[in-house]
């Protein structure tokens, strides 16, 4: 499989998801220009975008776990909170070609560290997604997960 790339996500399309998963984040109206990025993986049919949060200082005494794994200090990757997205509705990150020096610096690194943890990121997705679908709400991972089938059947609709 090529390298993982960084994609934003239409923040109309994760409006749209509000309506169907409670804990999704929708800034509406944020001043700064809140962008969805992360990285899209293939799951069961479907695209899924994993979405990337910026490092904070809370993460560093956090323990990685299944579905969340640190991009050393420069973004955490929160598996659980990964949704189905439609073609068309996320597009490519140009990196390289990012103004800000700054920007475009922790986007280059967190770059090559997501592909550095490629394997491992595409195992958890896998067991995140498996473990919704056999344990429902029944246990702490599920109960901190996205409903996928939800949001798969929210995507299907979204695009027809």
Do not use: W
């Amino acid at each position: 499989m090529r390298g993982l790339k960084i994609y934003e996500v239409n923040p109309h399309y994760i409006k749209y998801l509000t309506g169907f998963q409670d804990h999704l984040f929708f800034a509406d109206g944020d001043k700064a220009g809140r962008k969805y990025i992360g990285i899209v993986l293939e799951i069961n049919e479907f695209k899924y975008f994993a979405p990337l949060s910026s490092f904070k200082s809370k993460h560093k005494k956090m323990d990685e776990g299944v579905d969340f794994i640190k991009i050393k200090d420069y973004a955490v990757i929160n598996i659980n909170n990964m949704i189905p997205v439609p073609e068309g509705e996320y597009a490519l990150v140009d990196v390289n070609g990012t103004k800000d020096p700054h920007y475009r610096f922790l986007l280059q690194a967190e770059s090559r560290e997501i592909n550095r943890q490629k394997n491992r990121i595409l195992k958890n997705a896998s067991i995140v997604y498996k473990h919704k679908e056999r344990n429902g709400e029944n246990s702490p991972l599920a109960k901190r997960t996205n409903n996928f089938k939800v949001l798969e059947k929210a995507c299907k609709d979204y695009i027809s």
